[in-house]
């Protein structure tokens, strides 16, 4: 799920908004649960629908129809090959199915505008990522997230040296070059492979290759991307790939032969360290701010300054929603379930602050600032300006 989406589905004008969550199975007998599943989300849909006092009935029958013809589709890819999470958004006057690399808890919502809580994590690394492993004789693409590694194979991605450069020698030119590595040897270059520098070129020429269709894969992400290979290769992948998110380290070795959960292993100890060190430097930058009184824990000082545009930054714990409202004095009331009136007040101050130009992160429960809280956020200006 790309950031952009976020931003995109803020901006989506209508009266009423449709979001359903759910999770789903991948593999085995299992699979057909999914329907089974999707159906009875169905079935909430309706019920929050007839039950909204602003629906027309021929908007609901417009998201409903919209939401079957979708579920009988059984050549959808969400169907033929399913992802551990599945987000629909629904308006009278569109349907958008968006799979997702991470397992949803099941929920539908109803209401002016889409649900996006369980979408934050998203926006600074929900722990997704992209893995290339490449060798000379292999290249092999994944899309990867804490719990593993999915490989996908785009049509236009070469899949090895030679598939991309028509070499026919090339196997003797690797061979020489990868001999002469190990000593002084005095090696005669054959062909394409006339010399190191002509070696190079040709890996170059290689990876180039590869831009096109990994930039198109990649369009509209900042999912970062993590090299796999021997280690000489990365500079020169580097040189060659336009896409800006490539993680300085790498990954070394050959893994032509690595299953999944090898790769995935390694791959993790790479991108971990970088998913946390944006939210760590958050985390700090709040506890600074209560030197500068620009620090709040409390959530109705937090909706009056999203509302205003003060908020910088939202720290959101994980797994936490507040379901209430604001009465007519502004206090914050807790209904502690979803109703009519209430509304998941972190979601609105999140919304909130995204629409003002803030930042929003979502903190695991171990990593969190402060211990009986669901939100806390650092201000643009001191907190006596919001509040008065």
């Not at 999770?23 to 039950?51: C, Y």
């Not at 569109?94 to 109803?110: A, D, I, R, W, Y």
């Not at 005669?188 to 070696?199: F, K």
């Not at 896409?243 to 070795?253: A, F, I, Q, R, T």
């Amino acid at each position: 799920m790309e950031p952009q989406l976020i931003q995109t589905l803020l901006d989506e004008p209508s009266e009423i908004c449709v979001s359903i969550y759910m999770p789903m199975f991948r593999w085995g007998r299992e699979v057909r649960q999914n329907e089974i599943r999707f159906k009875n989300l169905m079935k909430d849909t309706a019920t929050l629908l007839e039950s909204d006092e602003v629906c027309q009935k021929e908007d609901r029958q417009a998201i409903l129809k919209q939401l079957e013809a979708f579920g009988n589709e059984e050549q959808h890819d969400a169907w033929r090959h399913p992802s551990a999470g599945l987000a629909l958004f629904a308006t009278p006057e569109s349907l958008e199915v968006h799979p997702m690399g991470c397992s949803l808890t099941e929920q539908v919502h109803v209401g002016e505008r889409f649900y996006l809580r369980p979408l934050l994590p998203a926006l600074h690394g929900d722990g997704r990522f992209v893995l290339m492993a490449v060798s000379q004789n292999h290249v092999r693409l994944f899309d990867g997230n804490a719990d593993g590694l999915e490989e996908r194979v785009p049509a236009e991605l070469p899949e090895n040296l030679k598939d991309a450069l028509n070499i026919d020698d090339y196997i003797t030119s690797i061979q020489h070059f990868s001999y002469s590595q190990g000593g002084n040897v005095d090696t005669m270059y054959h062909g394409q492979g006339a010399g190191e520098d002509d070696h190079k070129a040709n890996i170059l020429q290689f990876f180039h290759r590869m831009d096109d269709p990994l930039s198109h894969f990649l369009e509209g992400r900042n999912d970062p991307l993590v090299f796999a290979g021997v280690e000489y290769l990365y500079p020169i992948f580097k040189e060659a790939i336009s896409y800006p998110h490539l993680l300085p380290d790498s990954v070394h070795g050959n893994f032509d032969d690595a299953s999944a959960d090898q790769l995935h292993e390694k791959a993790w100890e790479v991108v971990q360290p970088h998913f946390k060190r944006e939210c760590d430097k958050a985390i700090s930058n709040y506890h600074d701010a209560h030197g500068q009184n620009r620090a709040t824990n409390d959530l109705e000082t937090i909706l009056r300054a999203a509302e205003m545009g003060a908020v910088e930054s939202l720290l959101i714990r994980e797994d936490t929603a507040f379901w209430g409202h604001v009465d007519r004095n502004g206090h914050v009331q807790n209904d502690g379930a979803p109703s009519e009136v209430s509304h998941d007040l972190l979601d609105d101050a999140a919304v909130e602050t995204l629409n003002n130009g803030g930042d929003v992160f979502v903190v695991r429960e171990t990593d969190f600032p402060e211990k009986n809280c669901s939100a806390v956020a650092r201000l643009r200006f001191e907190i006596g300006a919001v509040t008065s």
